[in-house]
């Protein structure tokens, strides 16, 4: 655990790490002690996480691995169209994607130094005998999923907007990152990871008043494309 401590601790001060936050960076969030290290490649949990991915590789439909696929495809807040709508989309929209995508941004600013930093293998590289679906990599990256930190990202700003539709917001959040799992490139771990860092980041983010501004405005054009009541 300490060499992982001091391993997230240079990744997180070279100086030629990524991009610069909007809302809420790594500073802020303290990843590194949030989350838990991932469990080892030879660990009886990792054995047991490979397993349940036998099983779903087993069982999951044509059906899910297409919805597996357009989720791995799209990473913005408009994968909540299944709970918002067809009038929840970009072009009616512009200050709520614009604002959508400087949120999720934040994803891969908090999370790339932690996937550097902890280096998990992928499950399919671990078990050659899974065949994932979905697109595959041979970095050693699994751990936190960055789909489902941006999911639930994604998820936790829009209830902001439509606290009304919590619930069947979360349960998206929910199957766009067990889709990961159908997809066959993570872990249930990386799964759980990327929520807790999620809540944690989207904490921080509220406290931004950048984030506070930017939220009003696009929380005031979605209700109104939604035909819903205006409220503080």
């Not at 999720?104 to 550097?116: A, I, S, Y």
């Not at 799992?181 to 921080?204: N, W």
Request: glycine fraction near 4%.
């Amino acid at each position: 655990m300490k060499k992982i401590a001091i391993a997230l601790m240079a990744v997180l001060s070279a100086p030629t790490f990524a991009a610069e936050p909007n809302f809420a960076g790594p500073v802020q969030t303290h990843g590194q002690w949030i989350l838990p290290a991932p469990p080892a490649a030879d660990s009886a949990i990792t054995k047991a996480e490979l397993a349940e991915l036998h099983r779903i590789q087993s069982t999951r439909t044509s059906e899910e691995e297409a919805q597996a696929n357009a989720d791995a495809a799209d990473e913005s807040l408009f994968i909540y169209k299944t709970v918002l709508g067809e009038r929840f989309n970009a072009a009616a929209l512009p200050m709520t994607a614009a604002f959508g995508k400087r949120v999720l941004h934040d994803e891969g600013v908090n999370t790339d130094p932690l996937k550097q930093a902890f280096k998990r293998v992928r499950p399919y590289n671990v078990d050659k005998s899974l065949k994932p679906v979905c697109k595959a990599t041979p970095k050693d990256n699994s751990y936190p999923s960055g789909h489902s930190t941006a999911g639930y990202m994604a998820a936790l700003t829009l209830i902001d907007m439509v606290p009304e539709q919590r619930d069947a917001i979360l349960a998206r959040a929910d199957a766009y990152a067990r889709n990961r799992l159908v997809c066959g490139v993570h872990y249930p771990s990386d799964i759980e990871a990327a929520k807790l860092l999620a809540y944690s980041t989207h904490a921080v983010m509220e406290t931004n008043l950048r984030y506070q501004a930017e939220l009003a405005a696009a929380k005031a054009e979605l209700r109104k494309q939604l035909g819903l009541a205006v409220v503080e």
